[in-house]
């Protein structure tokens, strides 16, 4: 029972470089996010998505794109990485918007230099 | 804006002492507190949640107390132990669709049990 996968675990990035990072969730949940995590900043809500092919905008969405193709799975991009996109990633599902519990992926850190 | 005020951002205690760890919140709309329990290298995981019809809900150790007309909640643990060594994130949510039913988190306390 996997729940949510995030893949790399960990990824360095030279600034302007560009990356995808994969989610996938085993749970057939309709809700997917994805949240960064700063030292003092509690998580933050970059984008989601309410459903295969639906995606949106959260609090901090600049420089980050986000595709949701199949319902397993969002992805989030980073098309011209910035030293201030260094953070730890988390992506989370949950089976609807109403007060469901959020899963999360055990995050990806990345350091863009 | 910080909708979601949370406090200390770090504590520490002795086994079998109480942490309690507050927060504080604006927006009126908001209908579903939960707390969440991380770990260092994992992901937040669902520890507790409460809704403001009811003034307390315990789960085991974990205890939140909600004050509805201060707009305020926290989170007890009861006899502490090193285990529950973690970071505690609060959240709350409005009962809106679209973006502002969305989860907003408090920035943390690391909690330190020491045994």
């Known amino acids: 029972n996997a729940g949510v996968t995030q893949t790399p675990k960990f990824r360095v990035l030279k600034t302007g470089q560009s990356m995808t990072l994969l989610c996938a969730q085993d749970?057939?949940?309709?809700?997917m996010y994805w949240y960064r995590q700063d030292p003092g900043m509690g998580l933050r809500l970059i984008h989601y998505s309410v459903g295969e092919g639906t995606t949106a905008k959260g609090e901090v969405p600049d420089g980050y794109n986000v595709s949701r193709l199949k319902k397993q799975n969002f992805l989030l991009g980073l098309e011209s990485a910035a030293p201030s996109q260094t953070s730890v990633y988390f992506c989370?599902?949950?089976?609807?918007?109403?007060?469901?519990?959020?899963?999360f992926g055990d995050g990806t850190r990345l350091s863009i230099l | 804006q910080q909708q979601v005020k949370q406090s200390p951002q770090s504590l520490i205690v002795q086994k079998g002492g109480i942490p309690i760890i507050n927060c504080a919140y604006e927006?009126?709309?908001?209908?579903?507190f939960p707390w969440y329990q991380q770990f260092p290298g994992k992901g937040p995981a669902l520890l507790i949640a409460?809704?403001?019809?009811?003034s307390e809900k315990k789960e085991g150790r974990f205890t939140i107390s909600f004050n509805k007309s201060a707009k305020q909640f926290s989170l007890h643990i009861m006899d502490s132990q090193p285990g529950d060594s973690a970071t505690y994130f609060c959240a709350a949510k409005a009962r809106y669709g679209g973006s502002q039913g969305n989860l907003i988190f408090g920035k943390g306390t690391k909690l330190s049990v020491k045994p």
């Open positions: 927006n009126t709309a908001f209908d579903y």
């Open positions: 749970m057939n949940h309709e809700y």
């Open positions: 989370a599902s949950s089976r609807t918007g109403g007060h469901q519990p959020q899963h």
């Open positions: 409460i809704r403001p019809d009811v």
